[in-house]
């Protein structure tokens, strides 16, 4: 099954402080975002030299994913940023 992952960035990127992604490989695709392979965005983050840390998985396919981008409610997801009180949002219905 497809991971979907949360990644926090340590310095925002303009007005992104988060990033939502699926990876069928989750250790492939962070290697590739972290050498600046993956999406657009953590290609610019490693461009200028921001860096970001894996903070929350779940298992899930594409529907999941976009439900999670479409919240846009990722600082409310993140630990770094809400604390325990993220790990109580987004369970899978």
């Known amino acids: 099954m497809p991971t979907i992952y949360l990644l926090h960035l340590d310095t925002p990127l303009r007005h992104a402080k988060h990033y939502v992604g699926l990876a069928d490989d989750l250790a492939a695709r962070l290697e590739r975002h972290a050498s600046g392979q993956g999406a657009r965005m953590l290609a610019v983050c490693v461009e200028r030299g921001i860096t970001w840390q894996l903070v929350r998985t779940w298992e899930g396919g ?12 990722a600082p409310r997801l993140c630990p770094i940023c809400n604390g325990a009180n993220a790990l109580k949002l987004a369970k899978e219905n």
């Open 62 to 73: 594409r529907k999941f994913e976009r439900q999670l981008k479409n919240r846009k409610d």
